[in-house]
């Protein structure tokens, strides 16, 4: 219903109806105009006047048929009505019914015949008519004041230019409006120009509901949109320079100890144990290697939606169950323990359950990494109708809290040198909320006094 009722709103703001609009109204105004002045005129002859006498005799012979009060009280009314002079008398002058404002009991008949013959002149238009009264043939006379001085007469030229005003005023009145509209126009024009000269902070104020008032909105939502496009392909270069500082820092470091280490091992002059013991840490870093690099290549995917999900139902407390296995010596080893709140011990969905588990363990080895040591892990699941919440809770140090919105970020590391002791791409969160966006979830952050909590929302 609302939906109809804008089309509607809109339908009548539209361009062509207020054009339309005002071609009938300077239509309506000529025609009223022209009929108005040639009204007027014709009124002020006397044909005009003779014309007004035949309205009046019609209501007059429609009522009064009888000499009394009432017949001559109506006989007033009407010649009030008419602004006349009403007399019904006899053939010789005396007056049977008379409006008013006739003064005297007799007519002098003989006058009004001269005049009506154009033998005489008095000073007023006469019509006579026939009447009946009480079965009896008698005259209505009605008359009026009229002064030939007083008769409307115009010049040809006159004529015209009084005819040609309801034009000029139609197309007054047409200017008017169109010149708003073509005013608006050019504020159109200049917002055109202020967007093609870059000032895409520059704003078209909306008048209207038609299509001038639509196209400026849409050029503010154009420069709204090209400045978004233009932020995002800034950002997306910045990233590509972060991008490559990161990733050749984050690949040199490694490689370069891998380089020395390997170096060290291919010396003559190193013992048998350094060379097992560099070896090892050799290893160590070649795998540090390739886990960054398996990051990016499935970072690269993601993005690109080249990963798609292989669905099936399972139970999340069990993949759960086996990312916080995965993850429990490492804990132990800073003296954390992974303290278990769940609301149920099965909980069907339908989801990827590796790549789910990815995100599990993502998020299981940011809180053992980052968290405070010798603190414990909250790994809370509440079940819903619609969906299914974890939560991972743990303790960090303050300045660990920072930058809380970039955390899912590619590449974002609370240790802006990149040179911390935790080991890490910076890519695993960024990861974790790809996977989660595909299975249609929500994953976000929150710090509150030292407390990170990590929540991630499937739905049913």
Not at 67 to 76: A, G, K, Q
Not at 183 to 198: C, D, L, P, R
Not at 303 to 308: A, L, Q, T, Y
Not at 381 to 399: H, M, P, Q
Request: glycine share 6%.
């Amino acid at each position: 219903m609302k939906g109809l009722k804008n089309r509607i709103i809109k339908s009548l703001s539209s361009l062509n109806i207020k054009f339309i609009l005002m071609n009938v109204i300077s239509a309506l105004i000529i025609l009223v105009g022209i009929g108005a002045i040639l009204y007027y005129i014709y009124e002020g002859t006397v044909s005009g006047h003779v014309n007004n006498f035949n309205k009046a005799f019609v209501d007059i012979n429609r009522f009064v048929n009888r000499n009394d009060e009432s017949c001559e009280e109506y006989l007033n009314n009407v010649a009030k009505l008419y602004d006349v002079n009403a007399v019904i008398a006899d053939e010789n002058g005396n007056i049977l019914l008379k409006s008013k404002n006739v003064e005297g009991d007799k007519l002098d008949v003989e006058k009004i015949h001269k005049w009506l013959n154009r033998e005489y002149k008095d000073g007023n238009v006469y019509q006579v008519y026939d009447i009946t009264i009480d079965g009896k043939e008698e005259k209505l006379y009605i008359y009026k004041k009229y002064n030939e001085i007083d008769e409307k007469k115009y010049t040809d030229n006159e004529l015209l230019i009084i005819l040609l005003s309801p034009v000029i005023a139609a197309m007054l009145l047409t200017f008017f409006l169109t010149s708003r509209k073509v005013k608006y126009i050019k504020q159109i024009a200049e917002g055109a120009v202020e967007f093609s000269n870059g000032n895409l902070d520059y704003r078209i104020q909306k008048k209207g509901m038609d299509e001038l008032g639509f196209l400026a909105e849409s050029m503010n939502s154009m420069a709204e949109k090209l400045k978004e496009n233009i932020e995002k392909e800034r950002a997306q270069e910045e990233f590509k320079t972060e991008l490559i500082t990161n990733v050749s820092h984050d690949l040199r470091t490694p490689l370069t100890s891998l380089i020395a280490y390997m170096q060290l091992v291919g010396d003559e002059k190193t013992t048998e144990e350094n060379k097992r013991k560099y070896t090892a840490v050799s290893i160590e870093k070649a795998y540090k290697l390739n886990k960054l690099i398996e990051d990016l290549f499935e970072y690269s995917k993601l993005e690109s939606g080249g990963i798609s999900l292989n669905k099936r139902e399972a139970n999340v407390v069990e993949i759960l169950e086996q990312s916080i296995g995965e993850l429990f010596v490492e804990a132990q080893k800073r003296n954390m323990n992974l303290k278990k709140e769940y609301e149920a011990s099965k909980v069907i969905l339908n989801v990827d359950s590796s790549k789910l588990g990815r995100v599990f363990e993502n998020l299981l080895s940011n809180a053992v990494k980052y968290g405070i040591e010798g603190t414990d892990i909250y790994v809370d699941l509440i079940e819903s109708s619609e969906c299914v919440t974890i939560s991972f809770k743990n303790e960090v140090a303050s300045d660990g809290l920072q930058d809380t919105l970039k955390l899912f970020d590619r590449f974002y590391r609370s240790d802006k040198s990149r040179n911390s002791k935790v080991s890490g791409s910076g890519l695993g969160l960024a990861i974790s909320k790809n996977i989660v966006e595909l299975h249609r979830g929500e994953i976000w952050a929150e710090c509150e006094n030292d407390v990170f909590k990590i929540y991630l929302r499937i739905y049913k």
